[in-house]
């Protein structure tokens, strides 16, 4: 069974610009949520997606969006990126709210 | 607004030393208490849920137990293949506690 799938694994960015997350969950599961993760603030939830809606939502500037597909997968966006931005990007996938998630290896965004 | 913490932030043991960690919550109406570990540059690794405070859940070394303000996770004669990240989940707000930096030495 294929794990939880993220793609790019690594990207640099310039300021100001904006970079698009991609995470394919595994195969059932509809429910995906993302995650900031720095070495200051430790894990941070962003937003969770259920059937194409997003159901929560954490304490994260508009300049964070995503959006899930249809097929489950899910996409992350940061517009006007800033150095604080840089970060380590996790996904998870979990057939419900509160049911055990698993974890992508995450996108390593560095903002220079 | 829901919490949660763990103590100790870092922990040193001899292999065989066995110890706990600790995941105190404050959230209303708990609904799942999850644990994970994270290697180095990888995203965590699912480990154990417990849904009711008495419940326990054991894997090889590892064992997790919930009363109905905090999580325990016993670790049973650690190996240096423990060393990792230690991290609890709170099910409903999907808040993560800071986690618990495990090192075990040969």
């Known amino acids: 069974k294929a794990g939880v799938t993220q793609t790019p694994r690594y990207l640099i960015k310039t300021r100001g610009q904006q970079v698009t997350l991609s995470c394919s969950p595994i195969?059932?599961?509809?429910?995906v949520s993302w995650y900031q993760q720095t070495p200051g603030q430790g894990l941070q939830f962003l937003f969770e997606?259920?059937?194409?809606?997003?159901?929560n939502k954490g304490n994260f500037p508009g300049r964070f969006s995503g959006r899930q597909f249809s097929n489950s997968r899910s996409e992350m966006n940061v517009s006007t990126l800033e150095l604080g931005d840089s970060a380590l990007y996790l996904c998870?996938?979990?057939?419900?709210?509160?049911?055990?998630?698993?974890f992508g290896q995450g996108t390593r965004l560095t903002v220079v | 607004e829901d919490q949660v913490t763990q103590s100790p932030e870092a922990l040193r043991l001899q292999e065989g030393e066995s110890s706990s960690l600790n995941c105190s919550y404050t959230?209303?109406?708990?609904?799942?208490l999850f644990w994970y570990r994270q290697d180095p540059g990888k995203g965590p690794e699912f480990l154990f849920t417990?849904?009711?405070a008495g419940e326990e859940k054991e894997k090889e070394r590892l064992k997790a137990t919930l009363t109905k303000k905090e999580s325990f996770l016993h670790i049973t004669a650690p190996k240096p293949e423990d060393s990792a990240t230690y991290l609890c989940?709170?099910?409903?707000?999907?808040?993560f506690g800071p986690g618990t930096r495990l090192s075990v030495l040969p």
């Open positions: 998870a996938s979990s057939s419900g709210q509160v049911a055990e998630a698993f």
């Open positions: 195969s059932g599961h509809r429910s």
């Open positions: 997606y259920f059937s194409e809606t997003q159901r």
């Open positions: 959230v209303s109406g708990l609904r799942g």
């Open positions: 417990l849904y009711s």
């Open positions: 989940l709170t099910g409903q707000n999907f808040v």
